[in-house]
């Protein structure tokens, strides 16, 4: 009887094991690829999907009832941390529900637990977390000072299950060809040096990287061996090499879209000596890599002059549609594409990318991860908020102002109104003000859809008139769209009191718009002063409180100055070096912050 109770047990996984078997074999393969390496690619990806079925099934049924879902994600998370001594003194047992939770305790910025996070890295245990964290990790602070924020375990597994599977499952139901087996090409590094807090604990960022994704780096294009180069530009040149022999390639990854946008500018620099090294089977001398590595991937190298010879046909076509070319099976481009990188999508689309789809799947930020876009092929990206990640409450933008204002919960806010975003998350932070601004598009049963408009701290308000990133975008684009032979490649802003005088123009007594633009097709075909007079319409046009000030002349006329090119990627370079952001991290700051930034893309005009 108990061998009868076994074998029907084992039924089951036998069936599974025939199935899998029997789809695998049915896999088309690229013949370069090693099957010990394409099944565990395939069996990866399979599990992902399944999982990721089962987390989309478990989403839907939990935007049913938003309240009750909330509600019990807080009283865990309250639960998991009343011992601690935050716990402790804001009474975290005595709580009991929503509304307890905001009558007991305030809404709160970084400097709320800047003292006990320092204790924590110091070594100090049960402080926030019950259980020691696995990584401080530390924002980008190219929109601001950076944090350092408290990650533990739980938070990690929230966002594998409910960010990284249900990306999977979405890419089977809308892209299924990204199931097939074939590498990916994945732009990302490794800081150059972790720093360790003393209790032993690393600190640095936190998205993805190859060190904290050691297990699946088989499914990249680029070899193992490179991720042992730690210096950008030299790692993104054997990403590209790599790439580029990858015929099969299937599917290009990073963070942002300006990171992919970066990386093909970077291709148009760098071609002759790819096709060269392509073509002769070794790393070209220039590169400044160690001797180990580049004997490593020398060996991984062999002449393949037919593959030089279709590149150099594609690229002869020039950059439109480049990508398809280069890669006839590439299916899908990830990336995040709202807010900021609008722009670096937007380009892509029209130019290196064209006919292969860019999905921006995941919502989410140094705290946690925020929500998921279900609709892959609708644009702009829009997200839905996962209740099960976060507490989230709304500030109406009227009330920013206020330190402690009246929040609305998930199932109270409207569509159509916008609101800065407060999170409790799995870890640490309770009430959480972390500066997102995000517009409610709809709901998805009770839970609202949001589209990310910009991140506070990134506006300019010279008389409190705060024009938000978006509505500048949004007025900047109108502009350029004037000169149809000009291209938008980047922009930056600053506030006047950050310009020195003597950049400043005629008007300098009056507070201002300082505008940097980095343009295409412009010295011959552009007048700056033009230029300013409709920037500064436009945006009077979209913003009732500029155009008033303006009238009034409580604000100076804009201030254009035309940068050179490449400004954007030096100005990259230099928050590199002057920040603790990391290169998978960095997003350009519309708005500079710092004199020391100003003064730095001041010194790129022409």
């Known amino acids: 009887m108990a061998c009868m109770y076994v074998i029907v047990l084992f039924i089951p996984i036998i069936l599974v094991g025939i199935y899998l078997y029997l789809d695998f074999k049915s896999q088309k393969i690229n013949s370069a690829q090693k099957s010990s390496e394409a099944f565990k690619m395939y ?50 047992s005595k709580i009991k529900s929503i509304t307890d939770y905001l009558s007991r305790h305030p809404l709160t910025r970084y400097s709320h637990y800047e003292n006990y996070i320092d204790r924590m890295m110091k070594g100090e245990v049960n402080i926030l977390t019950a259980k020691q964290p ?103 040149y054997i990403h590209l090499l790599f790439g580029l022999k990858e015929k099969h390639l299937g599917m290009i990854e990073a963070n942002f879209t300006s990171i992919v946008y970066n990386s093909f500018t970077a291709l148009d620099n760098m071609w002759d ?22 004997n490593e991937l020398n060996k991984l190298l062999h002449p393949d002059k037919e593959r030089a010879e279709e590149l150099r046909k594609a690229k002869q076509e020039g950059n439109i549609g480049l990508a398809h070319r280069i890669w006839p099976q590439c299916n899908l481009v990830i990336g995040a594409d709202s807010g900021s990188f609008e722009l670096y999508a937007s380009k892509l689309r029209q130019t290196y990318l064209k006919d292969i789809p860019i999905y921006s799947p995941i919502y989410a930020a140094t705290e946690g991860l925020l929500g998921v876009n279900i609709w892959p092929k609708q644009l702009p990206s829009r997200y839905l908020l996962i209740p099960t990640v976060q507490f989230f409450e709304f500030i109406p933008l009227c009330d920013c102002d206020q330190d402690q204002p009246k929040t609305f919960l998930m199932h109270e806010v409207k569509e159509g109104e916008s609101y800065e975003l ?57 502009t350029i769209d004037h000169w149809s032979d000009v291209q938008l490649v980047d922009y930056c ?62 604000i100076g006329p804009i201030q254009i100055h035309l940068v050179q090119d490449g ?40």
């Open 43 to 92: 069996f990866f990806k399979w599990i992902l999907i399944q999982l990721g079925r089962y987390r989309r099934n478990k989403l839907e049924k939990n935007t049913k009832d938003v309240r009750k879902v909330q509600e019990s994600f807080l009283l865990k998370q309250l639960k998991l941390a009343e011992r601690t001594e935050y716990g402790l003194k804001y009474e975290f």
């Open 493 to 554: 802003c600053a506030e006047s009191v950050l310009v020195d005088d003597q950049t400043k123009g005629d008007q300098s007594t009056l507070p201002s718009y300082h505008v940097y633009l980095e343009l295409k097709n412009c010295l011959n075909s552009i007048n700056v002063q033009q230029l300013q007079t409709k920037l500064d319409e436009n945006l009077g046009s979209e913003s009732y409180v500029y155009s008033s000030f303006r009238q009034k002349k409580s």
């Open 134 to 236: 696995t990584i401080f990790a530390v924002t980008s602070g190219t929109s601001g000072k950076s944090n350092v924020i408290p990650m533990v375990r739980r938070q990690q597994t929230i966002f594998f299950l409910d960010g990284i599977a249900l990306l999977f499952h979405f890419m089977k139901e809308f892209f299924p060809k990204t199931c097939q087996i074939q590498k990916h090409l994945k732009f990302f590094y490794d800081p150059i040096k972790w720093r360790m807090s003393e209790a032993g604990i690393k600190i640095g960022p936190n998205s993805s990287s190859p060190s904290n994704s050691k297990s699946v780096l088989y499914m990249y294009s680029t070899p193992i061996p490179a991720y042992k180069i730690v210096s950008e530009p030299e790692l993104l």
């Open 273 to 294: 000596d790819l096709i060269s090294d392509i073509e002769k089977g070794q790393l070209k001398e220039s590169l400044d890599v160690e001797d180990s590595i580049r």
């Open 422 to 478: 407060v999170i409790t998350n799995a870890t640490c932070l309770y009430r959480y003000r972390f500066g997102d601004v995000v517009k409610v598009t709809g709901f998805h049963n009770q839970c609202p859809i949001i589209e990310f408009l910009y991140r506070q701290g990134q506006f300019l308000s010279v008389r409190g008139e705060k024009t938000s990133e978006s509505l500048f975008y949004c007025a900047l684009c109108k």
């Open 567 to 606: 400004s954007f990627h030096r100005l990259r370079d230099f928050f590199l070096k002057n920040t603790s952001s990391s290169f998978n991290q960095y997003k350009v700051p519309r708005v500079l912050k710092t004199k020391m930034a100003v003064e730095f893309i001041a010194e790129q005009c022409y």
